[in-house]
């Protein structure tokens, strides 16, 4: 059975960087089978979806985060992760990372359990 | 500013039906199919609704989903308290090459 974690500071400060890693474990990530994604949610406001990929290169991003998301994949971790930079205020959240079985647009039925991310001081 | 459109907050009694609509465009759900999550505070969200009206195997029966041009819905039945969570739609947006989400619809059962 497939699953996800997140793992990553709980901490930024402002100015920058937020790194996290979803390690996935029940299947290989370079299956072929799934989609990848990250996902966020501030507190006291809706789910976000961040960027979606696919281990063998494809990867959509929200245009509102695409100039600062960079996403990678280590097939030898079985890992994939989000790194956000010049972080405000406005990325703290719970960060999600999920899976989609089959393409881009098909639904996210598997979810880690969220990180709590705090950008401050 | 959400893409799709939700009710912040609706509220039924326990046993009884409610709805909630996500009105989005062309684009988006007038397009593609829409999925819908249930967000329970401190869990992982739950795909409770795919491809418009599909349930994922372990999901009740008392869900149900529609969808007619670009709106879409997520109907309840036979409300229980356990069914307290916020409810967010989702679909691919074919102009954004992305995901867009409902700002959430919080379920109150009275």
């Known amino acids: 059975q497939l699953q996800l974690q997140e793992s990553g500071p709980g901490l930024v400060k402002p100015s920058g960087a937020l790194s996290l890693i979803c390690t996935v474990s029940?299947?290989?990530?370079?299956?072929?089978?799934?989609?990848w994604g990250w996902f966020r949610q501030p507190p006291g406001k809706g789910l976000e979806w961040i960027v979606s990929l696919y281990y063998a290169g494809s990867i959509y991003y929200n245009p509102s985060l695409k100039t600062r998301v960079a996403i990678s994949v280590d097939t030898s971790k079985n890992q994939f992760s989000l790194n956000l930079t010049s972080v405000t205020a406005a990325d703290t959240a719970v960060y999600y990372c999920?899976?989609?079985?089959?393409?881009?647009?098909?639904?996210?039925?598997?979810w880690g359990q969220g990180t709590l991310v705090s950008v401050s001081s | 500013q959400s893409v799709l459109t939700q009710p912040p907050s609706v509220s039924e009694a326990p046993r009884q039906r409610v709805t909630i609509s996500c009105s989005g465009s062309n684009s988006n759900i007038g397009n593609n199919p829409v999925d819908w999550y249930q967000h329970l505070p401190g869990k992982a969200p739950k795909l409770l609704i795919y491809?418009?009206?599909l349930l994922p195997s372990g999901v009740s029966d008392r869900f149900s989903g529609s969808k007619s041009g670009t709106s879409a819905s997520l109907a309840i039945s036979g409300l229980q308290s356990e069914d307290e969570a916020d409810y967010y739609c989702a679909a691919w947006d074919d102009s954004l090459n992305g995901w867009v989400f409902g700002g959430g619809t919080k379920l109150t059962v009275l």
């Open positions: 999920a899976s989609a079985f089959g393409g881009r647009d098909d639904p996210f039925n598997i």
């Open positions: 029940g299947d290989s990530i370079s299956s072929g089978n799934f989609y």
């Open positions: 491809f418009n009206d």
